[in-house]
């Protein structure tokens, strides 16, 4: 993911706040279960081109914010955020060399760990079923992957050349 070093920081925080719209969006009765994970996606993104600008303390402070608009207990989103954005550093060594298809794949991994700590925390907090279904945002985030790399390089670029 080979992005120039004058990505400004208020170029990130848009479009990670963007992200956060599109997560509680609201949707018609049954479509949830579709929407996939923005703000995991965008964050993932982030935390793997700008590495040195974006970490663990951007996943906890849009957790926050998720979880003040979503009502859900403070610090539930911000851990799981956080989780992901942690996870993201750690392979971000290996995750530049894969091709995008092997990146997908580790974004399906990466975001399903994310959502199944998430249920984990919903059961704790409360009667909730679970079921697998939780995977579905983690699948369509993993199809949407290569899509949001090209195109957000592709926005890199161009703003560099504006330059």
């Known amino acids: 993911m ?8 208020a170029w990130v925080w848009l479009t990670l706040l963007l992200a956060l719209c599109l997560q509680v969006m609201p ?5 949830q279960i579709w929407r996939p994970d923005w703000l995991g996606l965008m964050l993932i993104y982030w935390c793997m081109a700008k590495p040195d ?22 610090g539930q989103n911000a851990l799981t955020l956080s989780l992901l954005a942690f996870l993201s ?12 298809v092997q990146q997908a794949l580790l974004i399906l991994v990466l975001l399903g760990l994310v959502q199944l700590v998430e249920q984990w925390l919903r059961t704790l907090f409360g009667p909730f079923s679970m079921h697998l279904s939780f995977l579905l945002p983690s699948l369509i985030g993993a199809a949407l992957w290569p899509w949001l790399v090209t195109m957000f390089q592709a926005l890199e670029r161009r703003l560099a050349n504006n330059d």
């Open 89 to 100: 550093a750690l392979v971000y060594p290996r995750f530049r060399t894969y091709s995008l």
């Open 27 to 31: 949707l018609a009765e049954g479509w």
């Open 53 to 74: 600008r974006v970490g663990v303390f951007h996943g906890f402070v849009l957790g926050i914010l998720l979880d003040l608009i979503e009502g859900a207990p403070l």
């Open 2 to 9: 080979p992005s120039g070093p004058r990505t400004p920081l």
